[in-house]
């Protein structure tokens, strides 16, 4: 069948390389995806939100299957559209997008159905929130209600520092439109990871856990991110305490969608944090995150359309999926300066050394075409990925590979993993 992935990122090519490896898939199409991407599937210049433009596109090419990468055209409504008009495609649709569009919405829904999440309360008025913060003293975490590609939230231990964020929120508008209503919510303690499911509505089956790498410099200093890094297996999390989650959190935030109307279906991600109490829930997502992505597809050893066209087909019970034992590490290479202001058109050199490296794969997120090179066009540029017997030797190859790559003003954390190594 004829495919078209939707996104631009590393998790997009990610999901390109393994769905090109499908008995099922003959054309590929990516929208608008980037230069890693272009050499293993067709890329549109059709952005990811201009859903009618997509929609058109997907009947002319006779698209038998739509995989949405990023979490904007799902709150949007893409799979609403993509389902009214009879084309398959592989995502919840926009209601049950809430759970990440919305954080005032995700935590009414845990505060409803008894998943466990941090206490939280949900501002319009500034000077409210304001005089929350005063009464309850830090440490404090403010949140920007909508989407705002994973830097929306802020770890405050001043409060100087939560009012600026509210501030900075709500009257500036760093976000735009994502900051029309904060969630203040106590700050929780713990190891913190990635937990995703599959979800048909009815069966949810898990992946390997992994941990992102959110701030931007080594030692979890500086601002958040969308994602510096990430590995899989987490040692924290045991078979014992994956049973856990899946009982306490996936199951129930499942189950509450269903109660809601609005059957799960596609992927659920929740950020974990494991507190003395138990597990809690940061957040949620609805799609693969990004870097999380790179090291759970290297792991994936089934066949990934024979998953998602059992989600699509509600037949999710039917699967088995099959992991490697081994260990993988994504290490994210990006632009000077990121995640502030940042320059493109940087010439990236070295990834035709990797034409023969089976183990190591450099996933491209922020690059694009400039005649015959390949140049740095975003904030994260790749996601140098590798597979090793375990977490040691992954982290080392990832390592290896970001050695063989130049950019001008690239950077990169140095710690990717290692608190995984002393766990």
């Known amino acids: 069948m004829n495919i078209l992935v939707i996104g631009s990122g590393g998790r997009e090519h990610a999901l390109v390389w393994k769905i090109a490896q499908s008995r099922h898939a003959d054309t590929i199409y990516c929208a608008p995806g980037n230069a890693g991407i272009a050499g293993i599937a067709e890329c549109i210049p059709i952005s990811a939100t201009d859903i009618k433009s997509l929609y058109n596109f997907a009947l002319e090419k006779e698209i038998g299957l739509t ?35 919305s954080k005032a919405f995700s935590k009414h829904i845990m505060l409803k159905y008894g998943i466990p999440t941090a206490a939280a309360c949900v501002f319009t008025d500034q ?31 001043t409060e100087d520092e939560a009012v600026t964020a509210v ?69 924290v999390i045991d078979r014992e305490m994956q049973e856990r989650i899946m ?50 597809l290297m792991r994936l050893q089934s066949d990934i359309l024979d998953i998602i066209n059992a989600v699509v087909d509600r037949k999710l019970e039917s699967v088995e999926i099959e992991w490697s034992e081994k260990a993988s590490v994504c290490v994210v290479m990006a632009a000077g300066g990121y995640p502030d202001k940042y320059s493109t058109g940087q010439s990236i050199n070295g990834l035709d050394d990797f034409a023969n490296i089976s183990d190591i794969m450099v996933f491209h997120a922020g690059t694009k075409f400039d005649g015959g090179n390949i140049v740095t066009a975003g904030g994260r540029v790749l996601g140098v990925t590798a597979i090793g017997a375990d977490l040691k030797i992954a982290i080392d190859k990832a390592y290896e590979g970001v050695n063989m790559i130049r950019f001008n003003g690239m950077q990169y954390r140095k710690d990717i993993g290692r608190k995984a190594i002393k766990e």
Not at 185 to 190: K, N, T, V
Not at 264 to 271: M, Q, S, T, V, W
């Open 67 to 101: 995989v949405v990468g990023p979490e904007a055209p799902l709150v949007l409504g893409i799979v609403d559209t993509f389902r009214k008009g009879g084309l398959r495609i592989f995502g919840p649709l926009s209601f049950a997008a809430q759970l990440e569009g």
């Open 127 to 157: 000077k409210k929130a304001v005089d929350y913060i005063r009464e309850n003293g830090v440490p404090i975490v403010v949140k920007a209600d909508g989407l705002a590609a994973g830097k929306g939230v802020m770890v405050c231990l």
């Open 167 to 235: 501030n900075m929120i709500m009257s500036e508008r760093l976000f735009g439109e994502a900051g029309a209503q904060v969630v203040i919510e106590e700050c929780l303690e713990g190891d913190e990871a990635s937990f995703l499911v599959f979800s048909d509505g009815n069966t949810i089956i898990p992946m390997p856990p992994s941990q992102d790498h959110k701030r931007a410099m080594d030692n979890d200093c500086g601002p958040n991110t969308g994602g510096m890094g990430a590995y899989s297996p987490v040692p």
């Open 247 to 296: 009982k306490e959190v996936m199951l129930p935030a499942v189950n509450a969608l269903k109660a809601e109307g609005c059957p799960y279906e596609g992927i659920l991600y929740a950020g974990i944090m494991l507190t003395s109490d138990g597990p809690k829930v940061l957040e949620f997502n609805c799609r693969f995150g990004d870097p999380e992505a790179q090291p759970i």
